[in-house]
Nanobody, 122 residues
Framework: VQLQASGGGLVQPGGSLRLSCAASGETVDYYAIGWFRQAPGKEREWVSSISPSDGRKYYADSAKGRFTISRDNAKNTVLLQMSSLKSEDTAVYYC????????????????WGQGTQVTVSS
């Protein structure tokens, strides 16, 4: 499967952005799709993922209540709706696919898209 992340940009604190992860080659509902982010000088961290089997959604504590992951099977896309954005959300965001039903570590993901930059600043 090939993944392409998009939707990043510059947004003010408190604003919203919606990231898209478009898949090709295979259907997204065959994989767990995860979102990760990497801020400058920091390690890449898991943000959220959605299970292929039952669509169960998982969030890092930093994302709970502000981010929503969803899957659009018709468009073969996974979305990450981000709201109430903070400066600490500034990072390059990546989507990735895993054959596992659930994974929150990057080593469990086999396929990666290129990143999309999210900058939260006034």
């Amino acid at each position: 499967v090939q993944l392409q992340a998009s939707g990043g940009g510059l947004v003010q604190p408190g604003g919203s952005l919606r990231l898209s992860c478009a898949a090709s080659g295979e259907t997204v509902d065959y994989y767990a799709i995860g979102w990760f982010r990497q801020a400058p000088g920091k390690e890449r961290e898991w943000v959220s993922s959605i299970s292929p089997s039952d669509g169960r959604k998982y969030y890092a504590d930093s994302a709970k209540g502000r981010f929503t992951i969803s899957r659009d099977n018709a468009k073969n896309t996974v979305l990450l709706q981000m709201s109430s954005l903070k400066s600490e959300d500034t990072a390059v965001y990546y989507c990735a696919a895993s054959i596992l039903d659930y994974a929150d570590d990057e080593h469990s993901y086999d396929y990666w898209g290129q990143g999309t930059q999210v900058t939260v600043s006034s």
